[in-house]
């Protein structure tokens, strides 16, 4: 029977451990206090975003993270945590339990993993406070693109200003 338990063990640890290996970002969070129905909302939102939230033994999710290289971050695990896999967006996770903790005080960020390099609790805050791959790349264009017609603008003005003083 012992040897059923340890072999359910490495398989939830195995498990986890793929899972952290997909994941272009980790999270972990406090949730104890919240009620069944704010944490179902929580999951409905993250999965809306493409995250999974897992509940996990300390142990377990420890082991998984120190197998993926993470050691400072499996130490972060202490106490309930639950943790956030973001699979789309290295920011989702992120932002969407930052989101929720301004309506819910039991959420509380914690120390995670994004794009393989662990961060801290204050690194994630500032993380989740950034906008998503899709705005950046929206805002980015949107500079080029009001450079490019300044540019167009300075370029047209020379060309008449060179057909003026050839005209007379």
């Given amino acids: 029977m012992a040897k059923e ?15 952290f290996a997909k994941a272009k970002s980790v999270v972990a969070f406090d949730y104890q206090g919240l009620t069944v129905e704010a944490f179902m909302q929580l999951r409905r939102n993250l999965l809306k975003n493409g995250c ?6 300390n142990n377990i999710s420890r082991r998984a993270a120190t197998q993926q290289g993470y ?3 499996a130490s972060t695990l202490v ?3 639950a943790l956030a896999f973001s699979y789309d967006d290295e920011v ?18 914690g ?12 690194e994630m805050a500032a993380i989740a406070t950034l906008p998503s ?14 450079t490019l017609t300044q ?5 047209n003005m020379l060309v008449e200003k060179d057909d003026a003083k050839d005209a007379e």
């Fill in 52 to 57: 999974e939230i897992c509940v996990l033994k």
């Fill in 79 to 81: 106490g309930p945590k």
């Fill in 111 to 122: 120390a995670g993993v994004v794009d393989g390099k662990e961060v801290t609790v204050a």
């Fill in 5 to 19: 338990v340890i072999l359910q063990k490495e398989e939830a640890v195995k498990a986890a451990a793929e899972k």
């Fill in 151 to 155: 540019l167009a603008i300075g370029l």
């Fill in 133 to 146: 791959r899709e705005t950046l790349l929206t805002q980015l264009a949107a500079g080029m693109l009001g």
């Fill in 92 to 109: 989702a996770a992120a932002r969407e339990l930052a989101e929720f903790a301004k309506t819910n005080e039991k959420v509380v960020l």
């Fill in 71 to 73: 050691e400072t971050f």
